[in-house]
Structures are given as structure tokens and as C-alpha cells.
């Protein structure tokens, strides 16, 4: 017991120190930058370096591989002050930790001991690649296709709104190993898909925002993949296995909208008594404070849901309904507060030279990400029919 008691006294230690190091980072070395780097739309290589010096691309990945071995609760926390600084520096190491926790769950001995480590460096770094031109929510009518051949899948077919696949160099694709199966997601698998020949970045997507960050359309054209790059060795389970991704995924998105309403709300509760109008600060107009009020207390709302869900995950409790919640909520505190703040601001909300507009073009993504906010309700409804038999 006393050694429980030490180790998670250590942990917490662990943590805290691991979130002081990050808030200096964000302060000195990335903060600074934000402005011209989101204004070009540029890749942050240097910032990136840097993360990896910290460990960030292995921050849940199990200390046995080299990573830090984080809990999804602390990782929250990360998650929730990156994005606060800037959001499109989260998205690179979001999806590059599905991809690696997939592995980390899923994967044979062999692939974990190939890849975790060169996943936790950041030396491969990518992302997850399931949405296609036609389809997103629906993922089991991926056209995508992977034949069997001499050892080898061939894949053929096209990826889109691929984040990490032009700056990254590995993805973790959701292909079709048997079209014809039914139901359909028995003949979906995963292959952990390395750049080569056949394996093309056709386009980089232009965005409302998220800028920086690579979001590009992916091309296979008898793309070769050796057989061993099968998630798990055996067909028919990839579906399975990203689902089991997201919730992470879920909880990282939540954190997301969570660092993009505190920082509406920071930048309002601060502007707001720097202002005055009819000779007062406007932050003593009531009509300032109910929009305060609101702000500050989905912020709170949301970030109770998503610690709710992230320990959940922790103690390995399926835990889609509660990441549904956090998703749904936080994301919608983030599209809210954003545009809470952007009114507050007045002219100075929708100016350039300011941080309220990127947080206004953030916001939006994190309801369609992930799962869309539509299905994270249908989710939570399902769950709850589940748990409450009549
Ligand atoms: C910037 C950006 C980055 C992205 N990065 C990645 C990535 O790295 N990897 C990746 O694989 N994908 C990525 N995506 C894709 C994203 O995951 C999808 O856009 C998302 O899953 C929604 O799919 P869709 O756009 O095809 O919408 P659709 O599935 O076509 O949905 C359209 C609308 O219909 C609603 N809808 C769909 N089905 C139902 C239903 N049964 N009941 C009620 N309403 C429904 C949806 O909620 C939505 O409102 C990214 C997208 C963006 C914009």
C-alpha cells in the first residue's frame, strides 16, 4: 500500500514538473512565434525539434519503449495549455499518439518493439489515415484497398484530410482487406504505412485555420506494404482497433476546445477591464459579465468532463460515453467562447493583429474532428439506452 501511495506521489511530482517545463516552453518558445508562423501558414520545424527534445511524441507511450509513460489525465493537461498557445502544435502530436497507441495496444511484439521507440523519439512521427473524399462518419464504406500478395498488401485507393502526412513519414491506414465481407467492418484492417514508392502526398488542403499543421490529400497507387505492417497480424480488426484509438483521440479533441475557451476567456476577463465605454472598464456592464459568467463557467463544465473521462481511461474503463461528453461539451465551450470573446473585443475580435480571430477559425474543426459532434450525441444516447435496460 505504502508503495502505491509513494509511486503515485512520485507520479504527481512526475507530472507537475513535466507541466512547468511545457508552460516555458509555450511562453519563451512558441508564444513568441505564433503570429508570423500562423500568418505564412508554415510548418513549426524548429518548434517541433524541440518537442521532441522533451519527449512530447512519446509522452503516453510506455517507458519500457522510451516514452514517458503519461497518464491520459496529464496528457489532458498538456493537451489543454498547447492548445491554448496555439492549437495546430496539439494536432501534431495528437494524431501521431493515435497512431503510436494503437500500436502500443494492438500490436504484435515485433511491431512494438520496431516502431514504439522510434514513434517516442519522434524520429517517425505521422498520423492516422481513415477519412477518404467520400466518406468520414460512415468509415466502413472506405473504398481503400489492400490485396494480399507475396508477402505484401498492395494498396490502391485515395485518403483525404490526412493531418501529419506531409511533415510525417508514417501513417497508420484504414484499408479494405476483404470488400466483400459482411458486415463490413470484418473485412477492414489497419497496416502501418511507411512512405515509399506508390505512396503519395497529392495535395496540401488549404484550411480556415489549424493552420501550420499539414492536412493533405493521400494517394496509393500499388502501394507496397511488406505483410508484417499489419497491425496486430491478423485481418479484419482495424476497425476495431481505431475505434479504440479515438477515445483517446476524444478526450484530446475535448482538451483541445478546453484550451481554446480558456484562452478566450483569459484574453476577455483581461480586455474587459482595460476597456471602457460610458466611463467604466465594460467588464461593469452587466451585459459583459453575463457573457464573463458563462464563459468562465463552461470552461469549468469542461474541464471537469474531460478529467472525468481522461481517468476513466486510466483505470481502462470503456469509457466512450464519458469521452463523448467531453468532446461534445468542451468543443461546443470552444466554438462558444470564441465567439463570446470575439464580441467582447469589439473591432479588435475580428482584427489580424490579434488572437481572438485564430481562435474564432480554430474552434470549428474540433466539432467536425474526431467525430463529428452529431455522432458524439448518438453515442452517448446509445451508451446510455445500453447502461439503462428498462
Ligand atoms: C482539418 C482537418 C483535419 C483532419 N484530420 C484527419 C486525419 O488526420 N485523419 C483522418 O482520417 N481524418 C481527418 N479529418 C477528417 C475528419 O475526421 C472528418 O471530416 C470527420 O470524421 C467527418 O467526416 P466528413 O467530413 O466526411 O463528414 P460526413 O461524414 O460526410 O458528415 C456530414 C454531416 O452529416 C452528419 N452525419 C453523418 N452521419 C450521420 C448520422 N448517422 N446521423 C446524423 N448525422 C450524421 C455529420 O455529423 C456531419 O454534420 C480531418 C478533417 C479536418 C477538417
Not at 504484435?108 to 516502431?115: E, I, P, R
Not at 492536412?215 to 502501394?223: G, K
Not at 471537469?304 to 469509457?319: K, S
Amino acid at each position: 500500500m505504502s508503495q502505491i501511495t509513494d509511486n503515485t506521489a512520485e507520479q504527481v511530482e512526475n507530472d507537475m514538473l513535466m507541466l512547468d517545463m511545457l508552460d516555458r516552453f509555450l511562453k519563451t518558445e512558441v508564444k513568441p512565434y505564433v503570429h508570423a508562423l500562423e500568418k505564412a501558414d508554415e510548418y513549426p520545424s524548429e518548434i517541433v525539434e524541440k518537442m521532441k527534445e522533451m519527449g512530447l511524441f512519446g509522452c503516453l507511450i510506455d517507458t519500457e519503449y522510451g516514452g514517458l509513460g503519461l497518464s491520459a489525465r496529464t496528457y489532458a493537461r498538456i493537451v489543454e495549455r498547447m492548445a491554448a498557445v496555439w492549437m495546430s502544435l496539439s494536432g501534431i502530436v495528437n494524431s501521431h499518439l493515435i497512431m503510436a497507441m494503437t500500436v502500443q495496444r494492438n500490436g504484435t511484439a515485433a511491431q512494438k518493439a520496431h516502431f514504439l521507440p522510434r514513434f517516442a523519439t519522434g524520429e517517425l512521427r505521422g498520423g492516422i489515415g481513415l477519412t477518404e473524399p467520400d466518406c468520414g462518419t460512415d468509415l466502413q464504406a472506405i473504398r481503400t484497398v489492400a490485396r494480399r500478395e507475396n508477402g505484401h498488401y498492395v494498396v490502391n485507393g485515395t485518403k483525404m484530410w490526412i493531418t501529419n502526412s506531409l511533415y510525417g513519414n508514417c501513417i497508420a491506414l484504414l484499408v479494405k482487406t476483404d470488400p466483400s465481407a459482411q458486415p463490413r467492418h470484418k473485412g477492414m484492417s489497419l497496416l502501418l504505412a511507411e512512405k515509399g514508392p506508390g505512396f503519395e502526398v497529392s495535395r496540401k488542403l488549404e484550411k480556415l485555420g489549424y493552420k501550420g499543421i499539414d492536412t493533405c490529400e493521400l494517394r496509393f497507387d500499388n502501394y507496397r506494404v511488406p505483410g508484417e505492417r499489419l497491425i496486430g497480424g491478423v485481418e479484419g480488426r482495424g476497425l476495431q482497433q481505431i475505434l479504440g484509438g479515438l477515445e483517446l483521440g476524444r478526450i484530446n479533441v475535448a482538451a483541445r476546445g478546453l484550451g481554446i475557451a480558456v484562452a478566450a476567456l483569459d484574453a476577455s476577463v483581461a480586455y474587459s477591464q482595460l476597456r471602457k465605454t460610458f466611463g467604466k472598464p465594460i467588464c461593469e456592464h452587466q451585459a459583459i459579465q453575463l457573457k464573463l459568467g458563462e464563459m468562465a463557467t463552461r470552461v469549468h463544465a469542461s474541464r471537469l468532463l474531460i478529467d472525468a473521462a481522461a481517468q476513466a481511461y486510466d483505470r481502462g474503463e470503456r469509457c466512450d460515453m464519458e469521452a463523448g461528453m467531453a468532446k461534445y461539451f468542451a468543443t461546443e465551450a470552444g466554438m462558444e467562447n470564441s465567439a463570446e470573446a470575439m464580441r467582447i473585443h469589439g473591432a479588435y475580435g475580428y482584427s489580424k493583429e490579434f488572437e481572438i480571430e485564430r481562435l474564432y477559425r480554430d474552434a470549428p474543426l474540433l466539432v467536425i474532428g474526431e467525430g463529428t459532434n452529431e455522432l458524439q450525441r448518438m453515442i452517448i444516447a446509445k451508451q446510455l439506452i445500453e447502461r439503462n435496460p428498462a
